[in-house]
């Protein structure tokens, strides 16, 4: 067990929601949904964890949004938990990014693409804050050891496994439910992450596609699959995100949903 702010994190201990826009578009945005979030989180009895990007290194074209910096977004994100209390996650995608972001946020997140990077795994377990490593596309769900074995030779085992799909030829990712539970045999508390993966990566040609409609439906078969956690990236108005904008969800199907999953996860642990 370990927290991620005052969460406590434990693999069959109780529903969490890691949840928020996929890159800091505004302040104004990231607090809209932040203080959404808490409501939904207060209502439903789910804890929270907020999340959104500084940086979207990935993004499939040179002239995609790729948010405010690590400079300025850190500073949003303090904010974000000043107002809200909320635990925070964002990216980093190099070893010298997790000592600065560290300072704000409660859990550092690896990218999918960068889940092979050992001097970035190894830098941000060393700053003792919670690592959540993105299972990449390219990876098996066995594979992933690989990757928490070099977060636990630092000492720490602070470590979340996120599910996210799986390459499936061009422009298709599909997921292996078998997944949850396999990487869960490694020893770590397993996120789903169910809008990230509807992505059909690069199907716009200079941009992701993506079926953001069947993010619920994922979402309900990996908690039924064993699955700790959800990720879902929520935006107010998602056809003017400035990421992701075909496979975000709207923040308005979230407190349903998030009722229906906790269902789900309680009667499958009964």
């Keep these: 067990m370990f927290k991620i702010g005052d969460i406590k994190i434990q693999s069959d201990a109780g529903l969490f929601v890691i949840a928020g826009p996929c890159v800091i578009e505004s302040l104004q945005i990231c607090l809209e949904v932040a203080e959404r979030l808490k409501a939904i989180g207060q209502k439903t009895g789910i804890p929270i964890i907020f999340k959104a990007s500084f940086d979207k290194a990935n993004r499939s074209s040179i002239d995609s949004f790729r948010g405010p910096g690590i400079e300025k977004g850190l500073e949003i994100l303090a904010e974000v938990k000043k107002r809200t209390s909320l635990p925070l996650v964002t990216d980093v995608h190099s070893p010298e990014q997790a000592a600065v972001a560290a300072k704000v946020v409660d859990c550092l997140q690896i990218p999918a693409f960068l889940c092979r990077q050992t001097d970035l795994l190894v830098a941000c377990a060393k700053t003792g804050k919670a690592v959540n490593v993105k299972k990449g596309q390219f990876m098996s769900p066995d594979e992933m050891k690989n990757a928490v074995e070099k977060i636990r030779s630092t ?21 292996d439910m078998t997944a949850i539970p396999a990487m869960k045999a490694i020893g770590c508390p397993v996120v789903f992450d169910a809008t990230h993966s509807t992505q059909q990566p690069g ?13 619920p439906v994922l979402a309900r078969a990996a908690v039924a699959a064993g699955a700790d956690s959800l990720f879902l990236e929520v935006h107010p108005n998602p056809e003017k995100s400035k990421s992701d904008t075909a496979c975000i969800m709207p923040i308005d199907w979230c407190e349903k949903l998030l009722i229906t999953c906790k269902k789900i996860y309680e009667t499958i642990r009964q």
């Design 155 to 175: 000492g720490s085992d602070k470590i979340l496994l996120t599910e996210r799909g799986t390459f499936f030829g061009y422009n298709r990712l599909v997921n």
């Design 203 to 215: 199907g716009l040609g200079s941009a992701t596609a993506g079926a953001r409609e069947m993010a």
